[in-house]
């Protein structure tokens, strides 16, 4: 599914001109199917307000651009929402704080009696116990318990479980490392690659963490008052550090070494994920000393 928004635009309180607030202006971006895509921006710069477009929490008003998601033209006076919002999973910061149910069992399999009410037990089963090993844990354990009474990272992975039972084509995760030690934070977007080339086609990730969107995104797009200000990848986006100052933003840390050791004359040039740093670093240096690197000595460095 293909997103394309064209001069998208969206003011809150719009009736009351003291109080209206332009938050989107005239976007237009394109998001390809099987895309790790990065949103990224200062606090109320639109991230946020975008992606709720994305599966119709927030509509399009008329005359204010238009939006389509795969087969469903949300700017159309007909959209099946109901049917959009089982193919674009929308995972809000802290999701742990969305669950309800008195058992994991039954806060998963929320999504399906939502959307696809007329599943069999069988299959409402099948699916329910399918997305919670795909989200790491296991079924017979913690099906029946309250997911109230499970560790912060197993509530975080049911919440996701409860996203992606209706086997969404997109998932939309606002801050999805938000609270995580950097132990957890690793684990929680190996699942999210895990998923990525497994079973969901496109990922979305809205985040203030330049490292993990260096890391992580196939394309980014820089948002600043409500306007979109670039888009590109990683590589371009963190290209200069002026150009990142002015964007109101920081580097990841892979494109500040990177600019850093340019200054001394040694010049890097990978992909700012940080395996392509140390790739390409380990690269100059054995060129340097005349040495030819073995492949397992360009493995292994995601500590840097």
Do not use: W
Request: aromatic share 8%.
């Amino acid at each position: 599914m293909q997103i394309i928004a064209q001069n998208l635009t969206y003011i809150y309180s719009e009736k009351t001109k003291s109080l209206a607030v332009k938050a989107l202006d005239n976007i237009s971006v394109t998001i390809n199917e099987g895309e790790f895509f990065g949103i990224i921006g200062k606090t109320g710069s639109g991230k946020s307000t975008f992606v709720q477009h994305l599966n119709g929490l927030i509509k399009i008003a008329k005359n204010k651009g238009s939006l389509t998601v795969g087969e469903y033209n949300l700017s159309a006076k007909k959209c099946d929402y109901k049917a959009l919002r089982s193919k674009v999973g929308m995972v809000f910061q802290y999701p742990e704080h969305q669950l309800f149910a008195e058992t994991v069992f039954d806060d998963v399999a929320f999504g399906i009696k939502s959307f696809m009410p007329s599943l069999s037990k069988e299959e409402t089963e099948k699916r329910v116990k399918n997305a919670i090993e795909l989200v790491g844990l296991d079924y017979e354990k913690l099906k029946d318990k309250s997911p109230f009474d499970l560790s912060g990272g197993q509530k975080r992975r049911v919440a996701i479980a409860g996203v992606i039972v209706t086997q969404p084509e997109i998932l939309v995760l606002d801050e999805p490392a938000a609270g995580l030690d950097p132990k957890g934070k690793r684990e929680f977007i190996a699942l999210l690659k895990s998923l990525h080339g497994n079973f969901i086609k496109t990922i979305i990730i809205v985040s203030h963490d330049m490292n993990l969107v260096a890391d992580n995104c196939t394309r980014t797009a820089v948002f600043g008052d409500g306007k979109l200000l670039e888009v590109g990848t990683p590589k371009e986006i963190f290209s200069s550090k002026e150009k990142v100052k002015s964007l109101g933003l920081e580097l990841p840390v892979t494109a500040f070494l990177t600019q850093e050791l340019d200054k001394k004359g040694i010049k890097i040039d990978s992909d700012l994920t940080t395996q392509g740093f140390i790739d390409a670093f380990a690269k100059y240096y054995f060129a340097k000393k005349g040495l030819t690197p073995r492949n397992d000595a360009l493995k292994g460095g995601n500590d840097l």
